[in-house]
């Protein structure tokens, strides 16, 4: 491949990220050192206060957007309202001829109970709750927008971040919002974190969250034991059969991952709950699966003399490798070979905000952020030389995409 030098004014751009690894992990450790698990609403405020004196720097507009409250079934299949922190949404420029939506998370899936809350160095490895997924991104992003906005390419392109608290659990608060936002954009960057060889995501699943509650009759176990409708019984056929639907060769996979009631050996239990989750390749297939969940259900119901009732939906749906998709990515790997960074992507089962902003016909590309390992893990890290790294490798995808677009917008 043909390799192009930079020129004055990109050396320029990239040389103010030269130096910047200190204060982008100060910054990093900071929003890592408060929890702000998707639950913990005063967490969650708290990080967003640190990113609004961060963002506001270099954005002309804020807003804070209301977000429609989160039905949740708790374990005794009771439907409770949460009521998530807003979604920030910052602006700046949005009549110049690029516009993008740069989307991120502030919330990680760590709860405020968790004994993993706080950041530490190890070798290259900033371990820590969010370190890659995603508080490290959104520093990269920010330090990528803030070298931009001092350099001559200001005025070409306008940005809008929407930083949501609800991604880890699926995005089902922030999902219309994204979607209306990325009617107005050209191009989306999403700063989830890259594998640690810089590998990023390519074609991802759709996933969907869902919770059957079961309702029987609870009887003396001894005394009137068939007369009783059991409703762990219930749910355990139900979860067989469900897990049954999983399809290797049409990489189908449905997960179930908790299950939660009975109680007393000597009492039949008349609640309990399953989540689960369902991730799809295609479109269609969250139809198909939708029927043989709501047919397995209602067999079980039959059977048992149970009532079981389905909640969720499927919020992502597949983000597909598009000729577009594809051309994006050539081009981020163009960029990544001038720098002397190689930039590949495969195929993942995970799903993220790219889904959503795939789902509305926009372009992205969703793994930005640093390089690290162990999401969702208490062995999470990022990777300390990917952060410096990462940011150059957007503030010069950004200039080619501003480039590319005035080509062929």
């Known amino acids: 491949m043909e390799q192009h030098k930079l020129s004055t004014k990109e050396h320029s751009l990239l040389r103010q990220l030269q130096g910047r690894q200190h204060a982008m992990l100060d910054r990093t450790a900071a929003l890592c050192n408060i929890n702000s698990g998707s639950y913990n609403r005063a967490g969650l405020e708290a990080v967003q206060h640190q990113l609004k004196s961060l963002f506001d720097t270099i954005s002309e507009t804020y807003e804070e957007r209301q977000l429609k409250s989160i039905k949740k079934i708790d374990n005794s299949g009771r439907v409770e309202l949460y009521q998530p922190a807003s979604m920030q ?84 608060s922030s999902a219309p919002v994204l979607m209306e936002l990325a009617q107005q954009a050209d191009y989306g960057l999403t700063y989830e974190p890259a594998l640690v060889d810089g590998t990023l995501a390519g074609a991802r699943k759709g996933s969907g969250n869902f919770t059957i509650s079961s309702k029987g009759f609870s009887t003396h176990a001894g005394r009137d034991y068939f007369t009783g409708r059991n409703a762990v019984v219930a749910i355990a056929r139900a979860a067989v059969c469900l897990s049954e639907l999983t399809d290797q060769a049409l990489d189908i996979t449905v997960n179930i991952g908790e299950v939660v009631g009975g109680g007393a050996v000597n009492i039949v239990p008349d609640s309990c709950v399953c989540r689960f989750n ?62 002397g960074t190689d930039v590949q992507w495969r195929a993942t089962g995970g799903c993220c905000e790219g889904n959503n902003l795939a789902a509305a016909g926009l372009l992205n590309i969703d793994t930005l952020g640093v390089r690290g390992a162990h999401i969702h893990s208490h062995e999470e890290y990022a990777c300390i030389d990917s952060f410096v790294e990462r940011a150059k490798l957007s503030a010069l995808f950004i200039t080619q995409l501003i480039d590319f677009h005035h080509h062929n917008g």
Request: net charge negative; hydrophobic share 35%.
């Open 89 to 172: 949404i910052f602006c700046a420029r949005p009549m110049a001829p690029l516009q993008l939506l740069c989307t991120g998370h502030c919330d990680t899936v760590f709860p405020a109970t968790t004994d993993f809350d706080h950041c530490w160095s190890d070798g290259n490895h900033l371990r820590g709750p969010g370190t890659a997924d995603m508080k490290g991104g959104l520093v990269t992003l920010f330090e990528t927008l803030q070298a931009l906005e001092r350099s001559p390419y200001k005025g070409e392109f306008g940005f809008t971040l929407a930083v949501s608290p609800d991604e880890e659990i699926g995005s089902p």
């Open 278 to 339: 369902v991730r799809v390749t295609q479109i269609a297939q969250q139809e198909t699966i939708l029927n043989a969940i709501n047919r397995i259900l209602n067999e079980v119901s039959v059977d048992s003399g149970c009532e079981l009732e389905l909640h969720g939906h499927f919020n992502r749906p597949p983000k597909p490798m598009t000729a577009a998709q594809q051309t994006m990515f050539e081009l981020l790997q163009r960029c990544g070979g001038r720098l």
